[in-house]
């Protein structure tokens, strides 16, 4: 009997490697990267830098350590740091700030995910023996939990200004940066001209195995090596990762604006399912968010529902969904996808296993 097809919508981070990627990694010239003798990941590391207009940029593991690295070089124990509420670095990563670095989330609302100025202005604590030392700004772009959404250049500027007055540091969480970039058509020197630092991701839609880059100024990344030793992400022939970074800068970026088209397309099959809700128009990027009404089951029962059919999408929440657009998805895949989600809804699924706890957040 002939497998039936999987689609696998659960995230990004699923891509696998294509051919022509592990062709790259197979041909890398390596050498031990903790004594900076890795000729491809120096010239990642310089290419990535000049990307963003930094002076310099460090390969790491993960997003989540480069995110870790930038917390414990702009922060002191007991410091603070302002965060969206639903922000990665805040919920995401284990309880990273407080473990490994001795700081405090300060989580503020704020639309899609983003801050603005209205909701950080009187957040900065005075210097008093009381008071906790605000002295980080963290951002997500895209922002994950907030839809997919990616910041507005004009908000970054003005969050930015806002934070260098009082003398705040400003990172930026830039898992699915390029997703941001190419939707809305900024440069990411655009976006570096307003941080110190910029995480990205390169194992989501990207379509690396693994490993991120943190950017930012000599100091910074010279502190943030030593704290990636620290953390035990100090590698050595990472050449061979470094190179399916590189070979993803050439040719894995323009082509996220494909993930988008299909991710709008998903969400208008989803529009016209009666029990599911969506705002199309909210779905910028890769990442579409819908609702399951309450009335039909819980979404870890849809969720489960669908995986019998063969397709996985993950519930992040009591009626929430995330769909995830990406590399291995094809456009000629979405009819299937969108029959499968309205088969799935129309003949019920209050009987599947799920609860309303079911469901929790997904990278
Ligand atoms: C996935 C994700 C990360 C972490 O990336 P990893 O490389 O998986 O550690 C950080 N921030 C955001 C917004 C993410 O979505």
């Known amino acids: 009997m002939p497998s039936r097809p999987i689609y696998d919508l659960r995230s990004d981070t699923v891509t696998k490697p294509s051919q022509a990627m592990r062709q790259a990694m197979a041909n890398a010239e390596v050498g031990d990267d903790m004594s900076g003798e890795d000729p491809t990941v120096n010239r990642l590391e310089a290419r990535c830098a000049e990307l963003f207009g930094k002076e310099a940029a460090v390969f790491a593991c993960t997003a989540t350590q480069a995110n870790q690295m930038a917390v414990r070089v702009h922060c002191q124990p007991g410091d603070e740091l302002l965060i969206n509420e639903t922000g990665h670095v805040a919920n995401f990563e284990a309880g990273g700030p407080a473990v490994l670095s001795g700081v405090s989330c300060r989580t503020i609302p704020g639309e899609r995910g983003l801050l603005d100025v209205p909701q950080l202005r009187g957040t900065v604590r005075s210097d008093d023996q009381h008071l906790v030392r605000t002295r980080l700004v963290c951002v997500e772009n895209t922002a994950n939990m907030g839809g997919g959404y990616a910041w507005p250049l004009d908000q970054l500027a003005r969050v930015s200004t806002w934070a260098r007055e009082l003398g705040l540091k400003l990172h930026m969480d830039g898992a699915r940066l390029f997703n941001a970039t190419v939707a809305r058509g900024y440069s990411p020197k655009d976006l570096g001209r307003h941080v110190d630092t910029i995480a990205v991701c390169f194992s989501k839609g990207l379509g690396c195995p693994m490993g991120a880059i943190l950017v930012g100024s000599k100091d910074d990344i010279r502190k943030a090596r030593r704290i990636r030793k620290l953390l035990g992400g100090a590698l050595r022939q990472a050449g061979i990762v470094a190179a399916a970074a590189d070979y993803a800068l050439d040719h894995n970026i323009e082509r996220l604006a494909d993930d988008h088209a299909n991710a709008r397309q998903l969400a208008t099959m989803i529009a016209k399912i009666r029990g599911l809700r969506i705002d199309v128009d909210a779905v ?35 009626q929430r969904m995330r769909a995830c657009t990406h590399l291995d998805v094809r456009r000629e895949d979405l009819p299937e996808v969108g029959r499968i989600l309205a088969e799935c809804v129309e003949s019920g699924f209050r009987d599947r296993p799920g609860t309303q706890y079911g469901g929790f957040w997904r990278g």
């Open 284 to 318: 910028e990027t890769n990442l579409v968010f819908f609702d399951v009404d309450p009335a039909l089951g819980y979404a870890s029962q849809l969720a489960n529902a669908l995986e019998t059919r063969g397709v996985l999408i993950h519930d992040s929440g009591p």
